[in-house]
């Protein structure tokens, strides 16, 4: 139930902050998620539901709306000069776990919502995190309201799960280190007639970059890219039609300094960014909301020491996954000459062994960690 004063405050309602209100919720513990934004998102940053993520909200019923909504990805291809070099396959669905599912991360985001709803929670948008202080009993956070009200609220613990710019993470002073490569990236939502298989990524190398793809659902295909302009190239590949959505984005790969700080913890983008290779942004988060509803229902019992345990666990996950995507991205950035000859020469009979394989479907699926909600 939506409480003015809840056990937990829980700050973003994007995947991450969703996902924690829905599994604390589960858990019978009052929480209040607010979000800086007026009405929901409409487009979506994170396009791919993986393994892991369908495996820890299966409890919920989400897994099996997005499952329904969504489609099943096969595998991916990788493209070189019109060719294909490479192509791996990802494990399909089984009675134990479900196939990695395409759906993009609004229609997830609503998933949640409609779930989170049904237990009673609904999110309180248009107020904004300020400040925060805490001691060894509580924490008291100060929220705007859009219409320029301020209030104080008093809290057991604080999850923040506001993003890249995190106004949480700010307030505990954390450093977010880490490296952006310097060019835009480029992205567009495009209606493609293609010869391209409709049930598999595509990676097609350029000697300038590479161009990601993949169909969101009849055909429009979401397509990302580096180089100096992806739609041309994928002229190559079929025609094209009207664009929905197109923007641009910088990467960058960076972990704060803590995932957690007494009772405040952070969570999704707020702990870790890093570039959407291997589809772990939105899932990572999840992962994270997870851990913590556990972590929070033994904190608020009395065993305060399972918040630093969310704290250790989380932060090792985050420079793991962060310092893999990170070592992939560059690769696949292709920049400078060098790195783009090891890419076009070697990744193509790398992948073709079984370990590179098996790596690349644990990382994709999100197992390339074992799930721990203790040390």
Not at 46 to 74: K, P, Q
Request: proline letters at 3%.
């Amino acid at each position: 139930m939506t409480t003015s004063n809840p056990d937990v405050l829980i700050v973003g309602a994007g995947p991450t902050g969703l996902a924690a209100a829905l599994f604390l919720t589960q858990r019978h513990v009052p929480v209040r998620i607010i979000d800086t934004a007026a009405q929901a998102a409409t487009t979506s940053k994170a396009l791919a539901v993986n393994s892991r993520t369908l495996e820890v909200l299966r409890s919920t019923g989400v897994s099996d709306r997005i499952v329904a909504e969504g489609w099943a990805v096969r595998g991916g291809t990788l493209h070189e000069d019109g060719r294909d070099v490479l192509a791996f396959d990802l494990p399909p669905a089984t009675d134990a776990t479900q196939a990695m599912t395409v759906l993009p991360q609004a229609h997830t985001e609503a998933l949640l919502t409609k779930a989170l709803a049904a237990n009673g929670v609904t999110v309180d948008r248009g107020v904004s995190f300020q400040a925060l202080s805490q001691d060894l009993a509580e924490v008291i956070a100060t929220l705007q309201h859009a219409d320029g009200r301020s209030e104080q609220v008093t809290t057991r613990l604080v999850f923040g799960a506001d993003g890249a710019h995190s106004t949480v993470r700010h307030a505990l002073k954390l450093d977010f280190a880490g490296s952006s490569l310097p060019e835009p990236w480029l992205l567009w939502d495009v209606v493609m007639d293609t010869s391209l298989d409709a049930y598999r990524a595509h990676v097609l190398f350029e000697r300038d970059g590479f161009i990601f793809v993949l169909r969101l659902g009849d055909n429009v295909w979401r397509v990302i890219g580096n180089t100096h302009d992806p739609l041309g190239t994928l002229r190559r590949y079929g025609s094209l039609g009207d664009i929905s959505w197109e923007s641009q984005f910088h990467i960058g790969h960076r972990v704060a300094s803590q995932a957690g700080m007494g009772r405040v913890s952070l969570g999704g983008d707020a702990a870790h960014i890093h570039s959407p290779i291997g589809a772990r942004g939105m899932n990572l988060g999840i992962e994270d909301a997870y851990v913590y509803a556990d972590c929070a229902a033994d904190a608020l019992a009395g065993d305060m020491g399972r918040m630093n345990d969310y704290a250790e666990l989380r932060h090792a996950v985050h420079k793991a996954v962060v310092r893999r995507i990170g070592a992939m991205t560059r690769l696949v950035h292709g920049r400078p000459s060098w790195l783009r000859w090891v890419r076009d020469e070697v990744v193509p009979v790398a992948g073709h062994l079984a370990f590179t394989r098996q790596l690349m479907m644990r990382t994709v699926g999100g197992l390339d960690h074992a799930l721990k909600t203790r040390p």
